[in-house]
């Protein structure tokens, strides 16, 4: 297991021909320091530009070290990358600034730095700063554990392992967190958030890493593979619903309460459990708490716990067409065929008048039944049907925000308010794992 703190490489964007970038201090860059606004641009291989005082730049790959704890910003950084909450922001760095011509011609932008800074960022990305100490302890225990085991998972088998397709046309597709080929991490939702320095000073962030220095979950001698998510619904979810056909004993569902729900075993059951809104920690609307523990982006989803999407069969139709290549025909049903104990379909059979198709895992049926993501893949169908039976409308009712295996952001913040422990909170989530200090 590890034994030091390790420097990370974070991919901050990629395919950029055109960079902005504010040196906000000294950097070192070989032997000539540089400061100031830089405009950057790839052509033949390189990346050429000039800084503020006519210094010209023109060099394949290029490694800027900060002087005196300088730091670095850079111009339209996208975060929620093909999410509903996808925008543009100006995003501010410690640590080295590394920049690539990679195989695409264009520019890839690479922040180094150590796993400890790293984490602050991370945790004031993810949530709010302002959120419960206790819950931004649990919450830097977590993300420095999923990161120490992805990388060393990364070490011993390189690559993806996602089938995509499998006899009979069906599709089956999970999306692993190990296919960067020039950086450890990159800094969007398929990672772990890193926005950078906090934007709003006086959160507690760093207090939560400070206090956590080294400490790590784990199980069976590994550290372990911690995810989390925004909101359960009510009851997380195995690994394998979302991922791999394996269980792993620690992201095993959960229910999200302190009186449990069991597990959802039946199509009844889980439509039962979808249009109703039982108890739990992240079956939240108090206005106050959220705006204590979410970022104001994530606050613009308000219906996280019980949701609703309505689609025309044509729409649906034009939909799964762009995201499969595949042509269905009109839309006539949608049919779960598996589902995990928290409701969440991991395969799906989509009937169409000219043609079927089974759809999997859990990301992949939400990707293929929306623009950017559905919320979940948590939900039962209703269909409108007009008086000849043909169907009018589809109407979605779902649970929940995210995958659903792991740690339950929302929940998880809910319990730190009500006065529960980092390490309650995390022996909640990641059931039979161990608190156990590295470094």
């Not at 070192?28 to 005082?53: H, M, Y």
């Not at 890493?209 to 979810?237: M, S």
């Amino acid at each position: 297991m590890i034994e030091v703190e390790p420097t990370i490489a974070v991919g901050i964007c990629e395919s950029r021909e055109n960079l902005q970038i504010k040196l906000n201090g000294p950097f070192l860059l070989g032997d000539r320091q540089i400061v100031g606004p830089i405009n950057l641009r790839a052509s033949g291989g390189n990346i050429n530009g000039f800084n503020e005082e006519g210094q010209g730049l023109s060099r394949r790959e290029f490694l800027a070290t900060p002087v005196a704890g300088s730091t670095f910003s850079i111009s339209d950084v996208v975060i929620g990358v093909n999410f509903h909450w996808e925008r543009r922001q100006e995003q501010t760095f410690r640590g080295n600034l590394r920049l690539q011509v990679t195989s695409d011609g264009k520019i890839t932008v690479i922040n180094e730095l150590g796993l400890e800074d790293y984490l602050e960022s991370v945790i004031a990305s993810e949530m709010s700063p302002q959120a419960p100490l206790e819950f931004l302890k649990a919450h830097a225990v977590m993300s420095r554990s999923w990161l120490a085991a992805m990388l060393a998972r990364q070490e011993k088998q390189p690559g993806p392992l996602r089938p995509a397709h499998l006899p009979g046309g069906e599709i089956r597709r999970w999306y692993g967190r190990e296919d960067h080929d020039n950086f450890d991490v990159c800094a969007d939702d398929h990672c772990q958030r890193y926005q950078g320095l906090p934007a709003l000073p006086g959160g507690q962030a760093a207090e939560a890493v400070t206090a956590t220095r080294g400490l790590f979950l784990t199980h069976a001698g590994e550290i372990c593979d911690a995810r989390f998510h925004k909101a359960c619904g009510g009851r997380t979810e195995d690994f394998a619903t979302a991922w791999e056909d394996k269980t792993v004993p620690y992201l095993t569902s959960v229910s999200d309460t302190v009186l449990p729900h069991p597990p959802l075993q039946t199509e009844a059951e889980a439509e039962k459990w979808l249009l109703d809104a039982p108890d739990a920690y992240c079956n939240t609307n108090d206005v106050t708490i959220l705006q204590q523990i979410l970022p104001s982006f994530d606050r613009e989803t308000v219906d996280f716990y019980r949701w609703q999407a309505t689609y025309t069969p044509a729409a649906l139709a034009k939909i799964i067409g762009e995201k499969t290549g595949r042509e269905l025909g009109a839309i006539c049903e949608l049919m779960p065929l598996d589902r995990g104990p928290s409701g969440r379909i991991h395969r799906l059979r989509i009937c169409g008048s000219k043609a079927s198709l089974v759809v999997g895992k859990e990301l992949e049926i939400r990707r293929v039944l929306s623009e950017s993501h559905l919320l979940s893949s948590a939900f039962s169908v209703f269909t409108e049907r007009d008086p000849s039976g043909v169907p009018v409308r589809f109407i979605l009712r779902g649970a929940g925000w995210g995958h659903g295996v792991g740690l339950c952001q929302i929940g998880a913040a809910v319990m730190a308010i009500r006065g529960r422990s980092a390490p309650e909170i995390l022996q909640h989530y990641f059931q039979g794992s161990t608190l156990q200090k590295l470094y």
